[in-house]
């Protein structure tokens, strides 16, 4: 990120508190923790902050008192709940307070991360995309991807045909099925694919993050406008990403350098050599 984006952590927990901020630094924010919800009541009025990262039973305040009195001085800031509290009535008051999420102890530090650049993302404080200029063509290895056409595009001489079939084990691509010969060109043939809406814009993301990892919830954000969250309902739309996945990975069967990786408990990143 190019602006180191500042972090407001309120957590009484002495291990816990440090673990996060040491985390958090580590990923490139600025945090300032304070241990009890007045110590942060106190404190919130003297920085800037881009974010805060609540604990919910803290002493002498709790975490949605604590919040009450940040949405009055600064009513647009993100909030995060962290709680050991997963009862359904808590969580509803937390939202209704004016929270952006909320996590219940024990959470996968990973997953708080991405969860704190989703809710950043969507206030505008995190770029959604490494690159703002996205370019109209990609090249992916021996494919021409156009984003003009919407079009995926390949050129095989007949002796590369030979040798993924060779390499196949006697399982041949289906996408082979689709090669047709280019005429005036001598044993040469054509791969061309127009893409759905959801294709195009599931590769536009993965091509932006070439041998990077693009994140679940970023492509489940910006292509199917969901909110991710730890309860069942968004699953199925998570099934949906993994089939689009899977079909690109068929489309670019072709060439057997290229790869669409899975990265546990992350997303995914298209791996393109150089």
Not at 154 to 170: M, P, R, V, Y
Not at 185 to 203: A, H, I, P, S
């Amino acid at each position: 990120m190019n602006k180191k984006l500042k972090i407001f952590l309120c957590e009484d927990e002495e291990n816990l508190g440090n673990i996060l901020v040491e985390l958090l630094e580590t990923r490139g924010f600025s945090v300032d923790r304070f241990v009890d919800g007045e110590e942060g009541s106190n404190n919130f009025q003297a920085q800037a902050y881009d974010l805060c990262l609540l604990d919910v039973m803290m002493p002498k305040k709790d975490g949605f008192e604590l919040a009450k009195e940040i949405r009055i001085i600064e009513p647009a800031i993100p909030i995060i709940f962290l709680t050991a509290m997963g009862q359904r009535e808590h969580i509803h008051q937390g939202f209704k307070i004016g929270a952006d999420d909320y996590l219940t102890k024990p959470f996968s530090m990973d997953e708080l991360v991405l969860r704190i650049e989703a809710v950043l993302r969507r206030s505008g404080k995190l770029s959604q995309t490494p690159d703002l200029n996205i370019k109209d063509i990609f090249k992916i290895g021996c494919y021409t991807f156009n984003r003009t056409t919407h079009t995926l595009s390949a050129k095989l001489s007949f002796t590369e045909i030979e040798e993924i079939k060779a390499n196949s084990d006697g399982k041949e691509p289906q996408i082979l099925s689709k090669l047709v010969p280019i005429p005036n060109e001598d044993r040469m043939f054509l791969y061309k694919q127009r893409l759905t809406t959801k294709e195009y814009d599931l590769l536009t993301l993965l091509c932006q993050y070439v041998n990077q990892t693009l994140e679940r919830e970023l492509a489940l954000e910006k292509i199917w406008k969901r909110k991710v969250s730890s309860s069942s309902e968004n699953l199925p739309t998570q099934r949906n990403m993994d089939v689009y996945v899977n079909k690109l990975r068929r489309m670019l069967e072709l060439d057997p350098k290229i790869m669409i990786k899975n990265i546990h408990g992350k997303g995914y990143i298209l791996i393109v050599p150089n």
